[in-house]
């Protein structure tokens, strides 16, 4: 029964000032406004009409909608629009008249279209004749379609000429859009038509099918030769561009990503494909190198752009993709595979990591490697999205980011899905007709927004889609561009949406800035290539003029800048696609300027203008001869807990090191993962190891080493062993979870002395020395991270006490109770307060920073206040030079799902929810003070079959809490949180407390491993080291993190980024100083299930 009651007089008088405030809200003046279709008479609308066997069940692209190409057709100085349609002759050309008025020229200018469906379309001046073509792509030959890609050369009298096939570019596939550039740098235009497979996208097949050709898939790059033969030449077979239908091509973008004067290739592939990135080879060819640079894709890759949207002079890349933003939807959306599948589908058939968001890919510098940091950055779920546009809305320097999004039909909805499939099931394999009507009815909507962000020119970009006025625009939005179109100084967007007339949106911002037209002295008319650089005073804006951009979309041959606060240039450089420049000083104002390449003079050097910045270590790896390599054996910790958040097997190898000899050489023990010998890595004279296997005692060969320390243990003057075992394998109790001791022989041997050491057999994380009560030898620190089948259940740590003749005995909680302390990570010794007494600090997962304070022999446990994360790693150093110890800790970071977007403290609740007698991890983060579930309804009734018949639609619980989920099974659990992802520093204030201080942004792009001091002449810095790879797909495995230099400044008080080794992948775990022959420094790094890294 629904009670009704009465609203009081008070709380209605409430409600009604909100209702008028909100009122009041709604008038408030966006960025952007809609301008009606009466006032621009821009009527077009692409009207997908049913046609008999063409459907989203037969054509998987048949809602991907259509294109809009931006232009002066006429050199009148205004810039037009042309619109392609998925119908034939829908296609519409319109003339700018000024003020936002444009003239349907369509029928009298000849370019409506004679192909049944076209897709993307692009503006360029393909002829050489300084007035716009425009160059129009279709899908034909399959379905019933008819027609071909079409070339209309402007007349230059308003009418156009379709002469496709006299330039041999009238091809007959399926494509999705053209890109005109210049290759080969021989002055003139040539032209890359991106295709799309047809076959269907469940055949998974090996990467060795890319060799194969297919007439109606597989990209094609022809060369301009009109000049010689009046045609455009297919080169595609000997440039080295893939011609197969494993490429589901539906974003193309050319930029000169590795700043070497030539221009490169980035290809964004749909579903199992991965996308491309051809370097150039400055010979007529490309090379397809992306498992070299690029750490993950987006799965489901649609359109991108290229542009530098940090200010840093390196062009990045943005692919857009289909998750969700909002809980709702996110948890009906069936996105990435489960961990079984995608482990076959990489290793059996060759395919890169791919997931399931929009991804950001910073460029390092140079095409060097790129890290991907769209969680971060803030823009990872747009939903099904289709074009993203770089460009400065407001005109404050920065790049912004637009992005087009909904679609007709989600037929990804897990509901929906389920539903096929049950019908496929009842009605057997006669599909009909009625049938296929009946599906396409039942797929639910899909309607969107375009998201509008606003980018810091930095890292970091926030949605404004309310602010500037598109998040309330419901629709299916796909092919976009932007253009000035009133010439005010500011850019206004051109969309094009399926069945909705096209949406024009004007720029009302304020602000200065300059548009930059470029005149070409070659068949290269309108500069198509060349870099734009604009240098005022610290900052630098960077632009290359590229037309293609978004998704089957293009923009005009001019580069717009905003000029905040009225501020110009110093001066302004340009390069040229023949790689001629010039630096402009002179006559720079704001409004439009156009720069002719006559003026140009020289060859621009890349090499000097993008000189490398000082690395403070250089790699000498290739100069090192060590023959050992991590090699993790194949454990796979979630087919045991598959609910925890993370596999806890893979967090090695750890180092130690010392001169086990006394040569003067420091050797080092490196910690192997299970199957593993023990081994010491002896250093020679000439500077190369060899190889020293320990003997083996008890289980040690099937140990994980996850930790090791060398000491003086029986104070004979020569350095023993203590290596613990850990990893996430075998239960607490197995045998192989004891640590080994070894006592140096006095001859560079070792003796294994088990004997010595309590038997402590679980799985632990860290070894700390420390002489806790001043005796004069030295003891150790062990702690506990988890219990193989009980992530989430507190570990105990042990204080291991030397009788001072290397026998080990577990310290009684009268001096230390580290019972139950959490699940630690790490752990480091030191005099926090400086009372002469060395304490202990420890981080893990899940806990809050705990130091025990050593009170003359006793300790205290003492915890940071809010300090709670997933913390890695603890490092003692005095970063401020005041005498008192800080510490350096490596937490998860912002690059994640788990912070991204949320408010509010991560949670895990522990508990065994279905009475199995096994305990179950759920995960959740917090918005809006609403908890909600991190994975989603399979993946939770993996372990818990109970919620399945609960819940037999994922629509029941979607957008619902935890609390609502679980509801009376939510009660008696473990409550853990994490209030920080943030690697930080804790900075000791001398009086007890400290001071929680972010790293900057550059180190919160993955989890942190190691910090290590710079011990040479160029740096007295630090450099940070990590990446983790063990999650599930859905979380996305964590590779932005190159290694990274980073200092604390005292002269500002602040951490600053000094830069990155951006050569170098992988998952990095230690990193430690050798002494060698010349009383020289060299750091050794390890990754796990990789080489060893040497620097100096």
């Keep these: 029964m629904i009670k009704v009651h009465s609203l009081p007089i008070k709380l209605l008088c409430n409600f009604l000032v909100l209702v008028f405030l909100l009122g009041a809200c709604k008038n408030k003046q966006t960025l952007f406004s809609k301008v009606s279709p009466i006032t621009s008479n821009i009527s077009f609308t692409n009207e997908l009409i049913e046609k008999d066997g063409l459907s989203i069940l037969y054509y998987l692209y048949y809602y991907n909608g259509g294109g809009v190409a931006t232009g002066d057709i006429n050199n009148d100085g205004l810039i037009d629009i042309y619109f392609t349609a998925n119908s034939t002759g829908k296609n519409k050309l319109y003339l700018n008249k000024g003020d936002f008025k444009f003239e349907d020229i369509t029928d009298k200018s000849g370019v409506k279209g004679i192909s049944d469906w076209c897709s993307g379309v692009t503006m360029a001046d393909v002829n050489a004749d300084g007035y716009l073509d425009i160059y129009v792509s279709t899908v034909s030959n399959k379905y019933g379609l008819k027609g071909h890609n079409e070339l209309y050369i402007n007349n230059k ?269 009842n009605k057997g394999l006669d599909i009909t007709d009625k049938f296929d009507q009946e ?93 734009v650089y ?36 110093d001066s302004i450089l340009v390069v040229w696609p023949n790689n001629t420049f010039q630096l402009i000083k002179k006559n720079i104002g704001f409004g439009k300027m156009q720069i002719q390449q006559d003026d140009a003079k020289g060859t621009f050097d890349f090499s000097s203008f993008f000189q490398s910045s000082q690395n403070r270590l250089t790699n000498i790896s290739k100069d090192v001869l060590v023959k050992w390599v991590h090699q993790e054996n194949d454990f796979i910790d979630h087919n045991r807990q598959y609910l925890i958040p993370h596999q806890l097997s893979t967090r090695g190898p750890k180092i130690a090191v010392a001169d086990i000899n006394k040569d003067g050489l420091e050797d080092f023990f490196v910690c192997g993962a299970s199957e593993q010998p023990n081994t010491i890595l002896v250093q020679k004279a000439n500077g190369n190891f060899e190889k020293m296997i320990l003997p083996n005692s008890g289980m040690s060969l099937h140990a994980e080493k996850v930790d090791a320390v060398f000491f003086d243990a029986n104070l004979d003057g020569y350095q023993d062993l203590y290596i613990v075992s850990g990893g996430n394998q075998y239960d607490n109790g197995n045998p192989a979870l004891l640590d080994h001791f070894y006592l140096s022989n006095g001859k560079g041997g070792f003796v294994p002395s088990d004997h010595l050491i309590p038997k402590l057999a679980f799985n632990k994380s860290s070894v700390t020395t420390i002489d806790f009560d001043k005796d004069g030898d030295t003891d150790l620190f062990i702690t506990g991270l988890a219990d193989a089948a009980k992530y989430g259940i507190a570990q105990s740590s042990y204080l291991l006490v030397n009788n001072g003749k290397a026998l080990f005995s577990v310290a009684p909680n009268s001096i230390i109770n580290a ?41 205290e446990k003492v915890t940071i206040p809010n300090s709670s994360g997933l913390w890695q790693t603890i490092v003692q150093t005095d970063i401020n030079n005041d005498g008192w110890i800080d510490f350096l800790a490596g937490n998860w970071g912002h690059n994640t799902k788990l912070s991204s977007g949320k408010n509010g403290p991560l949670k895990l609740y522990v508990k065994d929810f279905d009475n199995n007698g096994s305990l179950e991890q759920v995960m959740c983060y917090t918005i809006n003070n ?167």
């Design 819 to 859: 019972d139950n302390l959490g699940m630690a990570t790490s752990s480091t010794s030191a005099d926090v307060n400086n009372d002469g007494w060395s304490d202990l600090i420890i981080a893990g997962e899940w806990m809050k920073i705990t130091l025990f304070q050593n009170q003359k022999g006793k300790f």
């Design 157 to 425: 009298n308003g009418t156009f000429t379709e002469e496709s096939s006299k330039y041999g570019l009238n091809t007959a596939c399926f494509s999705t859009q053209s890109v005109f550039f210049d290759y080969d740098l021989d002055g003139d235009l040539d032209c890359y038509i991106l295709n799309q497979s047809h076959k269907p996208h469940a055949n998974i097949v090996n990467i060795s099918n890319r060799a194969n050709y297919d007439s109606l898939s597989g990209d094609r790059l022809f060369r301009n030769d009109v000049a010689t033969t009046g045609k455009f030449t297919d080169v595609t077979a000997a440039s080295g561009i893939y011609q197969s239908n494993l490429g589901y091509g539906l974003g193309i973008s050319i930029g000169d990503l590795n700043n070497d004067g030539w221009d490169d290739i980035y290809i964004g592939n749909d579903f199992h494909e991965n996308d491309y990135y051809y370097v150039n080879q400055q010979n007529g060819t490309f090379k397809e190198v992306g498992a070299d640079h690029f750490g993950h894709y987006s799965r489901f890759s649609m359109g991108n752009d290229i542009a530098d949207y940090n200010n840093d002079g390196q062009l990045d890349i943005i692919t857009v993709d289909m998750l969700p933003p909002d809980e709702k939807t996110l948890k009906t959306y069936g996105s990435d595979e489960n961990p079984d599948i995608y482990k076959v589908k990489l290793e059996r058939n060759g395919y890169q990591k791919q997931y399931s968001r929009n991804s950001l890919h910073k460029n390092n510098g140079n095409g060097v490697t790129f890290s991907e940091v769209g969680l971060m950055g803030g823009v990872s779920a747009t939903d099904w999205s289709w074009a993203p546009l770089f460009a400065d809305f407001d005109n404050d320097g920065n790049k912004d980011l637009f992005i087009s999004s909904g679609i007709v039909k989600r037929p990804v909805d897990l509901d929906y899905v389920q539903f096929v499939s049950d019908m496929k099931s």
């Design 439 to 531: 599906v396409i009815d039942k797929m639910p909507d899909g309607s969107s927004h375009p998201f509008m962000f606003k980018g810091d020119g930095l890292h970091q970009f926030t949605d404004v889609s309310k602010e500037w006025g598109t998040a309330n625009m419901k629709g299916y939005y796909t092919g976009a561009s932007y253009a000035d179109f009133n010439n005010d100084g500011k850019l206004d967007v051109i969309i094009n949406p399926i069945n909705e007339k096209a949406v024009l949106l004007k720029n009302t911002s304020s602000d200065s800035s300059m548009a930059i037209s470029l005149k070409g002295n070659t068949a290269n008319t309108f500069g198509i290539g060349a870099k």
């Design 930 to 1096: 609403n908890e909600y579930t991190f994975l989603g309804k399979d993946e939770l009734e993996r372990a818990l079959p109970v919620l399945k018949k609960a819940y037999l639609k994922y629509g029941e619980v979607a957008g619902k809490t935890v609390q609502y989920m679980f509801y009376d099974l939510f009660k008696d659990y473990i409550e853990l949180d994490a209030v920080t992802l943030s690697s930080v520093c804790f900075i000791n204030n001398g009086k007890g407390g400290f001071k929680m201080v972010d790293l900057p942004k550059e180190l919160q792009m993955a989890p942190i491993y190691s910090f290590t001091k710079i011990m040479n002449q160029n740096s007295n810095g630090y450099v940070a080291f990590g990446n983790f790879f063990g999650v599930i797909p859905y979380e996305g495995q964590y590779d932005a993190l190159q290694p990274t230099y980073f200092n604390f400044n005292q002269q500002q008080n602040k951490f600053l980024f000094e830069g990155i080794i951006p050569d170098l992948r992988g998952e990095f775990r230690d990193a430690k100083w050798l002494c060698n022959r010349d009383n020289k420094k060299r750091l050794v790094a390890t990754r796990n299930n990789n080489t060893l890294v040497f620097f100096e």
């Design 534 to 569: 604009l240098f005022n005073q610290s900052k630098t804006q960077y632009q290359q003029l590229m037309l293609t951009r978004g998704f089957q979309s293009s923009t005009a041959p001019e580069l717009h800048f905003g000029l905040p606060n009225g501020q110009l240039p």
